[in-house]
């Protein structure tokens, strides 16, 4: 039994890191907070399922296109919306103010738009959810992949802000936003390439997470509250902390359900977040933003 | 040159005026105008566009083609639907209920979906005069509000309605030598999967079914591996989840991945939904729930059609029907009674009408001549509790492995 929880439950934390990841590098590099993040977790899902169900592409080429696409809207969005707002603040807490309140004002554009796209009915299509034996524990192969995945995805960028060059000014971006212009660097350029980047890996996630869930139009806010506890948990910003504690709340909320209650996951994972607010109130790792 | 005078331009104004007031004033009349409040945003809008909104427009689309609502005296009126959106919300639903009467000024509204709305809305509707429809809620209360509020109308029975249709189901089969008198229960921390939950731990224990897991999960729970792994380990043969719909899809899924198969597999909410079939891949055999249709009535079997031609998509095999017969409780009420809300009231409670599901005769204001457990077999979803209703089909007990 204790196997088969610990094999469930970093599964199911694996698919939470996996959405949370791309919401700590917005607002690590572009100092956005997107409360809109969870609409574009679900765009992607319906963008798969019409790929899926009317041109017969398989999800895993899904995983190839919509976070492009999801590369390029985050990008112009953060040109056209969030650039005025970076520019009004003037480098300064106002503008984690008032980027929540305008992705605020998002959320309910984009889920008013896919309400009447796609109506308010659950959508999900089948693929790849045959049963897998780990270990001995039958784990479904879709969330084993998005196990996997999250875990990629993780280590790649991790590489990617820690050796590449690339990685080093977008690192340069997230520690001193206001010196980096002075060692010629293009902040607004890659502020808006780390917006676009967080919003392609909530594409990938959404691609994900169709794989193995039923979705409707209304379910953003959903994973947006659950990326929220991912992201404050590990460090605002901070890529390994979300993995982590993205990994983390699966464990808590797998074991309590099977130990102690499946009516206490809920409770668990916020008095697990009240702990960690508690006895670290700027995460599980700190404020070194962009690691 | 011709002048135009200014006393010419205002009477020319007038005249215009006047024309166009009248033609107005005549066109309200021919027309009768229903209002309804549901939600199209919001966690509920499932729900609703699946069981209440679709229905409000086919019925319209019935009614209009056929040249309109008969009256009393023989003339007909078309409908004029008004419809406002509660973005999920109670207190948006109250407004817009009360903006209904005092703006829109309608002959008569349509109730929300889910039993919340409709116990929000209730003593506003009693309030303002307007008989209330309250098809979708599902409460053990219902003889109580009937009586409170003597214009409303409750038509989807209880909890106690349902865990007793299924103990019965459930003890005949123990009693068979189907299955062992061992059962699981999960149940959705909210409404349904409380009211379920409470009203079949004592039900369950009278029919000597014994709870072997019995948990209750919050709303939004998406992983039941775990849950599975242990029901699985537990012997039971009957596994029962009170669950809303995406959690009754995920149990759905999750069951085939894991190869659980219990010999009776119940779930709740969203099991009768017409795109069930699509997300199990069509392995829905021998899978219960609540509801279901009279799977011989050549009644219902039209509806889908119908509801499938102008919807573009078949309806719901629990409430849908019920949510059609309730508005042609209302059309067949007009037609006796005339537009006269205390009299259409009246007439309800009292009138027998012949409706998509068969004869309806409300007793103190509730349907309870209802469908308690129903099962997916082939494509349809039918009613197999209460054993001895008409129409009731035998159960597939053990169910068919995924």
Redesign the interface.
């Given at each position: 039994?204790l196997s088969?929880?610990l094999i469930?439950g970093l599964?199911?934390g694996g698919s939470y890191a996996l959405v949370a990841v791309g919401m700590t590098l917005q607002y690590g590099i572009a100092r956005i907070m997107n409360l809109a993040y969870g609409e574009f977790i679900i765009l992607a899902a319906f963008l798969t399922f019409l790929l899926f169900t009317h041109l017969g592409l398989s999800p895993l080429v899904a995983l190839l296109i919509v976070p492009l696409i999801g590369f390029g809207a985050g990008y112009l969005l953060f040109q056209l919306m969030m650039r005025p707002l970076v520019a009004r603040s003037g480098g300064t807490g106002r503008l984690e103010a008032d980027s929540i309140l305008a992705t605020f004002g998002l959320l309910f554009v984009l889920?008013?738009i896919m309400?009447v796209i796609w109506?308010?009915?659950?959508t999900?299509y089948?693929y790849l959810?045959?049963?897998v034996n780990v270990l001995g524990?039958?784990?479904?192969a879709n969330r084993l992949l998005a196990f996997g995945l999250s875990f990629v995805i993780g280590a790649a960028l991790y590489l990617l802000l820690q050796r590449s060059r690339w990685g080093l000014s977008l690192r340069a971006v997230a520690l001193a936003p206001q010196s980096a212009p002075l060692v010629g660097l293009n902040v607004k350029r890659i502020a808006a390439i780390g917006f676009g980047l967080g919003t392609a890996l909530a594409a990938g996630g959404g691609v994900m997470v169709s794989m193995?869930?039923?979705f409707?139009?209304?379910?953003g806010v959903?994973f947006t509250m659950k990326a929220l506890v991912v992201v404050i948990m590990g460090g605002v910003g901070n890529v390994m902390g979300a993995l982590i504690a993205g990994v983390l709340l699966g464990l808590v909320?797998?074991f309590v359900?099977?130990y102690i209650?499946?009516?206490l996951?809920?409770a668990a994972t916020y008095l697990l977040f009240l702990g960690v607010l508690l006895w670290r109130p700027e995460g599980l790792f700190g404020k070194a933003v962009g690691r | 040159m011709i002048g135009f005078t200014r006393r010419a331009a205002i009477g020319l104004f007038c005249t215009t005026a006047a024309v166009t007031l009248s033609l107005g004033a005549a066109q309200a009349q021919e027309v009768v105008r229903i209002g309804y409040v549901a939600s199209k945003s919001g966690p509920a809008a499932a729900g609703a566009g699946i069981t209440t909104i679709p229905n409000y427009e086919l019925w319209v689309h019935d009614v209009n083609a056929a040249g309109g609502l008969k009256l009393p005296d023989g003339s007909q009126h078309k409908i004029e639907l008004i419809a406002y959106d509660d973005r999920s919300t109670a207190e948006e639903a109250v407004r817009a209920v009360e903006r209904l009467v005092s703006q829109d000024k309608v002959d008569f509204i349509l109730p929300p979906w889910g039993t919340g709305f409709n116990l929000a809305i209730a003593p506003l509707m009693d309030r303002l005069g307007y008989p209330h429809l309250a098809v979708t809620s599902l409460t053990d209360k219902a003889p109580e509000f009937a009586a409170r509020w003597t214009k409303s109308f409750w038509m989807l029975g209880g909890g106690h309605d349902y865990a007793g249709g299924l103990a019965d189901l459930l003890d005949k089969a123990v009693a068979d030598g189907t299955i062992n008198n061992k059962v699981a229960v999960i149940s959705v921390s909210d409404g349904f999967g409380i009211d379920l939950i409470s009203a079949a731990r004592p039900i369950f224990a009278e029919h000597k079914l014994d709870l072997v897991y019995d948990k209750a999960y919050p709303v939004g729970t998406t992983d039941f591996a775990a849950i599975i792994e242990d029901v699985k380990a537990s012997g039971a043969d009957s596994f029962v989840a009170f669950s809303y719909p995406p959690e009754t899809f995920a149990l759905a899924k999750q069951s085939q991945t894991a190869a659980f198969n219990p010999k009776v597999f119940f779930t709740g909410v969203g099991t009768p939904f017409p795109n069930y079939p699509g997300v199990v891949e069509g392995k829905q055999e021998g899978v219960m729930s609540v509801g279901g249709v009279d799977g011989t009535s050549d009644k219902i079997t039209a509806y889908f059609k119908r509801h499938a031609e102008v919807i573009g998509t078949p309806p719901d095999s629990w409430a849908s029907a019920i949510t059609y017969a309730s508005l042609e409780m209302l059309q067949q009420s007009i037609e006796r009674v005339g537009l006269d809300r205390e009299a259409v009231a009246g007439e309800l409670s009292s009138g027998k009408f012949d409706t998509v599901i068969g004869e309806v005769k409300l007793q103190d204001n509730q349907l309870r001549d209802l469908w308690l457990v129903g099962q997916w077999q082939g494509d349809t979803f039918k009613g197999v509790s209460p054993a001895d209703k008409h129409g009731a089909t035998a159960p597939i007990i053990p169910k068919p492995n995924w």
């Amino acid at each position: 039994m204790l196997s088969s929880t610990l094999i469930l439950g970093l599964v199911l934390g694996g698919s939470y890191a996996l959405v949370a990841v791309g919401m700590t590098l917005q607002y690590g590099i572009a100092r956005i907070m997107n409360l809109a993040y969870g609409e574009f977790i679900i765009l992607a899902a319906f963008l798969t399922f019409l790929l899926f169900t009317h041109l017969g592409l398989s999800p895993l080429v899904a995983l190839l296109i919509v976070p492009l696409i999801g590369f390029g809207a985050g990008y112009l969005l953060f040109q056209l919306m969030m650039r005025p707002l970076v520019a009004r603040s003037g480098g300064t807490g106002r503008l984690e103010a008032d980027s929540i309140l305008a992705t605020f004002g998002l959320l309910f554009v984009l889920q008013g738009i896919m309400l009447v796209i796609w109506g308010g009915n659950f959508t999900s299509y089948a693929y790849l959810d045959q049963g897998v034996n780990v270990l001995g524990t039958t784990v479904a192969a879709n969330r084993l992949l998005a196990f996997g995945l999250s875990f990629v995805i993780g280590a790649a960028l991790y590489l990617l802000l820690q050796r590449s060059r690339w990685g080093l000014s977008l690192r340069a971006v997230a520690l001193a936003p206001q010196s980096a212009p002075l060692v010629g660097l293009n902040v607004k350029r890659i502020a808006a390439i780390g917006f676009g980047l967080g919003t392609a890996l909530a594409a990938g996630g959404g691609v994900m997470v169709s794989m193995f869930q039923t979705f409707s139009a209304n379910d953003g806010v959903i994973f947006t509250m659950k990326a929220l506890v991912v992201v404050i948990m590990g460090g605002v910003g901070n890529v390994m902390g979300a993995l982590i504690a993205g990994v983390l709340l699966g464990l808590v909320e797998t074991f309590v359900a099977r130990y102690i209650d499946p009516g206490l996951t809920l409770a668990a994972t916020y008095l697990l977040f009240l702990g960690v607010l508690l006895w670290r109130p700027e995460g599980l790792f700190g404020k070194a933003v962009g690691r | 040159m011709i002048g135009f005078t200014r006393r010419a331009a205002i009477g020319l104004f007038c005249t215009t005026a006047a024309v166009t007031l009248s033609l107005g004033a005549a066109q309200a009349q021919e027309v009768v105008r229903i209002g309804y409040v549901a939600s199209k945003s919001g966690p509920a809008a499932a729900g609703a566009g699946i069981t209440t909104i679709p229905n409000y427009e086919l019925w319209v689309h019935d009614v209009n083609a056929a040249g309109g609502l008969k009256l009393p005296d023989g003339s007909q009126h078309k409908i004029e639907l008004i419809a406002y959106d509660d973005r999920s919300t109670a207190e948006e639903a109250v407004r817009a209920v009360e903006r209904l009467v005092s703006q829109d000024k309608v002959d008569f509204i349509l109730p929300p979906w889910g039993t919340g709305f409709n116990l929000a809305i209730a003593p506003l509707m009693d309030r303002l005069g307007y008989p209330h429809l309250a098809v979708t809620s599902l409460t053990d209360k219902a003889p109580e509000f009937a009586a409170r509020w003597t214009k409303s109308f409750w038509m989807l029975g209880g909890g106690h309605d349902y865990a007793g249709g299924l103990a019965d189901l459930l003890d005949k089969a123990v009693a068979d030598g189907t299955i062992n008198n061992k059962v699981a229960v999960i149940s959705v921390s909210d409404g349904f999967g409380i009211d379920l939950i409470s009203a079949a731990r004592p039900i369950f224990a009278e029919h000597k079914l014994d709870l072997v897991y019995d948990k209750a999960y919050p709303v939004g729970t998406t992983d039941f591996a775990a849950i599975i792994e242990d029901v699985k380990a537990s012997g039971a043969d009957s596994f029962v989840a009170f669950s809303y719909p995406p959690e009754t899809f995920a149990l759905a899924k999750q069951s085939q991945t894991a190869a659980f198969n219990p010999k009776v597999f119940f779930t709740g909410v969203g099991t009768p939904f017409p795109n069930y079939p699509g997300v199990v891949e069509g392995k829905q055999e021998g899978v219960m729930s609540v509801g279901g249709v009279d799977g011989t009535s050549d009644k219902i079997t039209a509806y889908f059609k119908r509801h499938a031609e102008v919807i573009g998509t078949p309806p719901d095999s629990w409430a849908s029907a019920i949510t059609y017969a309730s508005l042609e409780m209302l059309q067949q009420s007009i037609e006796r009674v005339g537009l006269d809300r205390e009299a259409v009231a009246g007439e309800l409670s009292s009138g027998k009408f012949d409706t998509v599901i068969g004869e309806v005769k409300l007793q103190d204001n509730q349907l309870r001549d209802l469908w308690l457990v129903g099962q997916w077999q082939g494509d349809t979803f039918k009613g197999v509790s209460p054993a001895d209703k008409h129409g009731a089909t035998a159960p597939i007990i053990p169910k068919p492995n995924w």
